[in-house]
């Protein structure tokens, strides 16, 4: 009998990163484009990323919903995210920056339970977007 061997945590990382970033990319998509949002210009949601207020290096946070939005690659790459405006525009949504920064900060026990814990909800609540739920 043959064991089926365990995916990598990279492997489950760039699965799940992708998973999400489609997810948030979608979600605040209308007719297929979305704005930035630190600039507002709006562009083909493809060639938008999943931005992050705080570095997605923080695995806490890095798939929370408040702490990201999508962002134009030039914005998100060239300007390095905006962080500025990000946290400002966040704040006038009434997101509390100062609470995601402590959840920044705590220690994720298993990466491979969040992981998979993303692939699976995310999975779903992109099946639902394009069920129009």
């Not at 060639?47 to 946070?61: E, I, N, W």
């Not at 919903?65 to 690659?73: A, I, L």
């Amino acid at each position: 009998m043959k064991i089926k061997k365990r995916p990598s945590l990279k492997t489950l990382r760039k699965k799940a990163d992708k998973i999400f970033s489609e997810w948030r990319r979608r979600k605040d998509a209308v007719n297929g484009r979305v704005k930035c949002y630190t600039c507002s210009v709006a562009h083909p949601r493809q060639k938008m990323d999943c931005g992050h207020f705080l570095s997605r290096t923080l695995l806490a946070v890095r798939y929370s919903e408040d702490n990201t939005r999508p962002q134009d690659k030039y914005c998100n790459l060239f300007r390095h995210g905006e962080q500025y405006i990000f946290g400002k525009n966040l704040e006038a949504e009434g997101v509390d920056t100062k609470k995601l920064l402590r959840e920044s900060k705590k220690k994720v026990k298993d990466p491979r339970q969040l992981y998979e814990d993303v692939i699976e909800k995310y999975t779903k609540k992109l099946q639902d977007l394009n069920e129009g739920k």
